[in-house]
C-alpha cells in the first residue's frame, strides 16, 4: 500500500492477508466449555500465541519487510522493541535475506531475545529507557542504513496486524464483540478495520493493564495522553497510542476495559490450565479484559459494558513467549 | 463391538471414530521449527492435551460408555484411576446422563481430581496402593452396581484410544513413524492397530520412563514383567501392561525407547516454551523418546533406533492436566 498513506483499509487488510500467508501460520482458534460457563457466553480464542515467533507480531513485520523496495532492505531493518515486535521483525528479515538489526533493553524477557538470536539478528542492548531506545535506533540506523519498521506506528504493520481478526471472522462470521490487548494500538487498529470493514455492527473493546493506562485516559480525554510510569506484568502492553492509533480507535472502539495485574495472571492461568495454551501475560489481557466486561457492574471500562454479551465472542491471544521460571504461578 | 473379542481391528477404530465425533474434538495437529532442527526431522505432534477433558482417554471412555446397553448403564459406571481416564470417564457418564464413581488414590494430582467434579463425578479417595483402589471400587460396585469401564484393558476403550492417530493419518499420509507414550498400553495399542491398518509399513514406537519400565523389561523377556516399585514424574504412566495389550504391543511394536524423568522435564519444557502448549509429563513422554531415538547411539530402546529417522514422524501428545504450582520449571 501506499506508506504515505495514514490509515489502512480492509482492502489494504485483505491485500496483506494475501502477500503475508506463504510466510505465517493460519492459526487455529480455540474454545473452552469451562471458560463459557465462566464468561456466560460462547469464546472463540484466536491462537496468535501459536504464530511464528510466537505472536501476531509477524503478521505486521512481515508485511511491512516485504513491502520493501529492493533498495531500502538491502542495508536491513531496524527497530526498538522490548520484545514481540523485535522477534517477528528478525524473522521477517531473515524470510527475505536481508540483515537485522534489534536495539532491546536489558530488561526484556529473555525468551523475546533468544527468540531474535533464533532468526539471525542482531541483539544491540540499552538501558531501559525510551531515550536509550531511541538513541540505540539512531546510532545502528547511523552506521548501518537499515531501514526502520516501527512496532505499531506504520500502516503496513497495522495491516498485518488486522489479519488475524479477518482469518476469526472469516470461520466464525456470529462473532459480535470483538476484544485485544492494546499497547501502542497497532493489534487494535488493524482488528477494528478489520472488524468494521467486515461487519460495522460488530463491537471492538481494547483491554488495557491498569498500570498502563494511557489509551483508556486518553479516549476518556478525547486526546493523547502518555504513561508518567508503568507498572504491569504484561511487559508487551507499555507503550503508547501514537496520533495514528489514537485517531483509529477514537473512530472505531466501543470501550476499553482495564484490567489489574492479578486479573491479567487469573486469566493466565485459566488459559495454561483450562485451555492448555501457553499465553504471556500481555497476550492473557483480552481474556481478563472480557471477564470483566462479563461482571458487568464491578468493571473499570471507558463505556459501559455491553449487558448482555452477545452469544459469540472472539478473543485474540496476541503472544506466548515468557521465561518459564518467571510464570506467576 | 463384541466386548468378548480381545483385540479390536481398524473397522472398529473406524466406527468408533464415527460413534464418538459427535462428542469428543477433533484435536489440531501442531509443527515447531525449531524443535523440527532439534529432531533432525519434521515432527507432527497430534495435540491430545487440547482434547476434551485435557486429554486423548476421553475417547475411549466415550467409546465404552456410549455402547452400554440402557441396562448396563442404568447404575452408572465406576473405575479407579489416578488421573486422565477419571476426568474422561466423568465426562462420558455426563455425556450420557448416568453418574460416574471414580476411585482415586489421595496422592492424585489435584487438576486431575478437579476435573472429575467438574464434569459431576463422584470422587471417592483412597490409600495410594493398587490393593486400595481394587478394593474401592469393589465397595462402589456392590454398592452401587454401577458397570466398571477399565482404563486400558478393554477392546472399547483401546479402539476409542486409536482414533487420535486416525485423524493424524488422514491429515498428514506421508507420515512413517508414530511415537506415544506407554503405561497400560491402551494408548499405544490402538495407535498400533490403526497404524499398521492403513499402512503396514509404518512403523510405531512406545515412550516409557525408566521409573516405570514393565512394558520394555516385557517386550525384551517376551513376557509380561510388572514393576517392583515405581519413581517417575509421569504420574500418568505408572499402570502395567494386561496379556491383552502385551499381545498386540509384541505384534506391532518396533520397540520402546526408555527416558528418565530429565529427558521428560525437558521435553515439557520444550513444548510449552516453543510450541506454547501446556502438556503434563506424561504427554510429554513420546517427544522425549523421540529426541532420544534421534540421538541413535545414547538412546536405551528394546531395538535398535531407526537411523536416519522418517521424514515425517507424527508424536501423540496424550495429556496436559497438571498443577500449575508443581511445575518442574
Redesign the interface.
Known amino acids: 500500500m501506499d506508506a504515505n498513506r495514514s490509515t489502512p483499509t480492509l482492502t489494504d487488510l485483505r491485500a496483506a492477508q494475501e502477500r503475508i500467508a506463504p510466510y505465517v501460520h493460519r492459526t487455529?482458534v480455540?474454545t473452552s466449555r469451562?471458560l463459557d460457563v465462566l464468561a456466560g457466553t460462547h469464546l472463540l480464542f484466536k491462537c496468535e500465541?501459536?504464530q511464528r515467533s510466537?505472536a501476531f507480531k509477524a503478521r505486521g513485520a512481515v508485511n511491512a519487510v516485504m513491502q520493501l523496495t529492493d533498495e531500502e532492505a538491502a542495508h536491513g531493518v531496524v527497530a526498538h522493541s522490548s520484545g514481540n515486535h523485535a522477534g517477528a521483525l528478525a524473522l521477517a528479515a531473515s524470510l527475505r535475506g536481508i540483515p537485522s538489526y534489534l536495539v532491546m533493553p536489558l530488561d526484556a524477557p529473555r525468551?523475546k531475545v533468544d527468540a531474535v538470536r533464533?532468526y539471525g539478528g542482531a541483539v544491540v542492548s540499552c538501558e531501559p529507557t525510551l531515550a536509550a531506545r531511541q538513541e540505540g535506533l539512531e546510532a545502528v540506523r547511523a552506521e548501518t542504513g537499515a531501514h526502520e519498521v516501527h512496532p505499531y506506528d506504520d500502516p503496513d504493520v497495522i495491516a498485518g496486524a488486522g489479519t488475524a481478526v479477518l482469518e476469526l471472522l472469516d470461520e466464525h462470521p456470529g462473532i459480535r464483540l470483538v476484544i485485544a490487548p492494546v499497547s501502542g494500538g497497532g493489534l487494535l487498529s488493524g482488528t477494528a478495520i478489520a472488524v468494521h470493514g467486515i461487519d460495522p455492527a460488530c463491537v471492538v473493546w481494547g483491554a488495557e493493564p491498569s498500570g498502563a493506562d494511557d489509551a483508556a485516559r486518553s479516549l476518556t480525554a478525547g486526546r493523547l495522553l502518555g504513561n508518567e510510569s508503568t507498572a504491569t506484568i504484561a511487559d508487551g502492553l507499555l507503550a503508547e497510542l501514537s496520533p495514528r492509533t489514537f485517531a483509529i480507535l477514537s473512530e472505531h472502539l466501543a470501550g476499553i476495559v482495564t484490567v489489574d495485574d492479578s486479573e491479567i495472571v487469573d486469566a493466565m492461568?485459566l488459559l495454561?490450565?483450562r485451555?492448555?495454551?501457553?499465553?504471556e501475560a500481555s497476550g492473557a489481557a483480552g481474556l481478563a479484559g472480557l471477564l470483566a466486561l462479563a461482571r458487568t457492574e464491578a468493571c473499570r471500562a471507558t463505556a459501559p459494558p455491553p449487558a448482555p454479551l452477545p452469544e459469540q465472542v472472539g478473543v485474540i491471544l496476541s503472544g506466548?513467549n515468557l521465561d518459564?521460571?518467571q510464570?506467576p504461578?
Open positions: 487455529p480455540m469451562t500465541n501459536l510466537g525468551a533464533n492461568s495454561f490450565g485451555v492448555k495454551l501457553v499465553v506466548g518459564l521460571d510464570l504461578f
